[in-house]
């Protein structure tokens, strides 16, 4: 591998939705819009996609990655019937090689309007959504994308949080573990036209709020924090965090023909919150709002852009001709003067090959317990064969492992903790933990 000196994209949180439709993937579109997105200090680019017919351009997309934005598709499957699998293992695999890394399957299921009208009871619900949503994440995972579990209408008809729960209370029994290994969520961070900070602290700080009922003087999931509550289900399942996708932030709810435009200042806020920086909801509060967690690797503005008459063209950030509109601006404004251009952060060297994404120099890194006497010659003959199959770059550095795409580690619970799968996560690594006693490991390696 030729060793090039070259400045590291850096993956910050800033993201935005592209147009509401499945259309505008032009090589023109790409360098109209381009300049526009980095002037936002846009990371991740949340694109349409369409699950039975023609992927997004090649060209598109690749474009999109060379500048250090991510694309993020949302693939909106039917619940009525099973997508054809011929289908998505094609689209799967065409977007896996240009280096998508994440996709969105399904969208709010646990709405009555996601169902078909014979689809719809509650009872067995959970499972019914898993039976259609694990075998296209699985062929997702196959082809190196990470499964994004879909955003659920926060309180909706049966209740989200006891939706996630369920969810991946299902999950553990029915032993998804490479699903659950690499689990991420997406949520919609719509303000219910509430303060940024409601139900901050999630149920910890708010104990008296239980599904369906959020008594007075408490608060609940549905707010900008939304994430902290499905963290905490996290937490009380699995025992660890998960990376969360944030949608439409900043909207009240669901974009419809009604939605107003998004506030400049609100916008201004919640980019400062994605920094990391305490700041005021607005310029007449003098209540402080906490950054938001860590586990929030994207928080995603709705709309880049809509067509000039569309429903959604009182709501985008650009009129369709590219000039701003106010929340545009304001974002705009508010990258220039805190210099948060992330994606320019640099690091010093590292080794890439032509046209592999700068965000992601390595494709795939095998990451190895740091012994202080380094490994055996037993460890050796075990990564042996996975090694040669798959020719990843081997080494001991987490640092260095996530200049990845993928990583895969092997080593125990003793080695690795989640934390350090966190880590390479937030960095936008495909991670896989291969753990278990030496037999174990030595078996699952060689299934790989």
């Known amino acids: 591998m030729d060793a090039l000196e070259l400045t590291i994209t850096y993956q910050n949180r800033l993201g935005y939705h592209y147009f509401a439709d499945g259309l505008h993937y032009r090589e023109l579109d790409l ?94 619900l959970v499972d019914r959504f898993l039976d259609r949503y694990l075998p296209p994440a699985a062929q997702a ?25 369920l969810s991946l209370e ?3 029994r029915r032993k998804q573990t490479q699903l659950l290994d ?60 998960a990376p969360v996708i944030l949608l439409q932030a900043g909207v009240p709810d669901a974009p419809s023909a009604r939605t107003e435009a998004l506030d400049p200042g609100l916008a201004a806020s919640i980019a400062s919150l994605c920094a990391g920086t305490i700041t005021a909801e607005d310029e ?3 209540a402080l709002l906490e950054p938001i967690a860590d586990s929030v690797i994207a928080c995603n503005f709705w709309l880049l852009s809509a067509e000039k008459g569309s429903p959604e063209e009182s709501q985008a950030l650009f009129a369709a001709d590219g000039t ?7 974002l705009m404004e508010w990258v220039r003067q805190n210099n948060y251009a992330g994606h320019l952060a640099s690091i010093d060297e590292a080794a890439t090959l ?42 001991f550095d987490m640092a260095e492992a996530s200049l990845a795409e993928r990583v895969t580690l092997v080593g125990g619970e003793a080695i690795f903790q989640e934390d ?28 790989r």
């Open 420 to 447: 350090d799968l966190d880590q390479l996560r937030r960095t936008g690594c495909v991670v896989e933990w291969i753990r278990g006693d030496g037999m174990s490991i030595a078996t699952q390696l060689a299934e």
């Open 170 to 172: 299902s999950l553990e």
């Open 284 to 286: 007449q509060s003098s």
């Open 182 to 241: 690499r689990l991420t969520l997406s949520a919609y961070a719509w303000t219910h036209h509430r303060p940024l900070d409601w139900g901050a602290g999630g149920p910890e700080r708010w104990p008296e709020t239980r599904p369906y009922f959020t008594p007075e003087g408490s608060q609940d999931q549905r707010g900008f924090r939304i994430n902290e509550w499905y963290q905490a289900v996290c937490q009380a399942v699995l025992q660890k965090s």
């Open 31 to 124: 360098q109209t819009w381009l300049p526009h997105l980095k002037a936002l200090g846009a990371s991740w680019l949340v694109v349409q996609a369409d699950g039975e017919r023609a992927a997004i351009p090649e060209p598109f997309l690749r474009g999109l990655i060379a500048a250090g934005i991510q694309p993020i598709l949302r693939i909106n499957l039917p619940l009525d019937t099973p997508p054809d699998a011929a289908s998505l293992e094609l689209l799967f695999n065409a977007y896996g090689r240009w280096g998508v890394r994440h996709v969105v399957l399904f969208d709010r299921p646990n709405s009555r309007a996601a169902w078909p009208a014979s689809g719809w009871t509650q009872q067995g």
């Open 141 to 165: 995972l196959q082809a190196g994308l990470t499964p994004v579990f879909p955003p659920l209408e926060p309180g909706g008809n049966f209740w989200d949080t006891a939706f996630l729960r």
């Open 354 to 395: 032509p046209g592999r994404p700068a965000a992601h120099p390595i494709s795939h890194y095998l990451l190895l317990p740091n012994y202080p006497d380094g490994l055996s010659d037993w460890d050796w003959n075990v990564i042996r064969g996975f090694v040669k199959k798959h020719r990843p770059t081997v080494g």
């Open 324 to 330: 701003p509109h106010p929340a545009g601006s304001a």
